[in-house]
């Protein structure tokens, strides 16, 4: 078919590891050598502050009543929190 992309040798046609679309290579695809940039570090941080928040979502889901003392707990240290 002339739309397909020709076949490389060694290609078996299987797909390889399935990519995260928000993964934008990160430091392994950049030099060693070059500084980080701040869009890059923000970047990174977003996404890492993004899988925390999902993490913390699923711990809730899945273990609701640690999810429940936690948040007691928090009530109470903030009842008792002097200003």
């Not at 995260?20 to 990160?26: A, C, L, V």
């Amino acid at each position: 078919m002339p739309d397909l992309p020709d076949a490389t040798p060694g290609d078996t046609g299987a797909a390889g590891p399935a990519r995260d679309p928000r993964d934008t290579g990160g430091p392994a695809t950049r030099g060693s050598d070059a500084p980080e940039t701040d869009a890059e570090r923000r970047r990174r941080r977003a996404r890492f502050l993004r899988d925390l928040a999902e993490a913390r979502e699923l711990r809730a889901r899945v273990q609701p009543r640690r999810t429940r003392t936690a948040r007691l707990r928090h009530e109470m240290r903030m009842r008792t929190f002097r200003w």
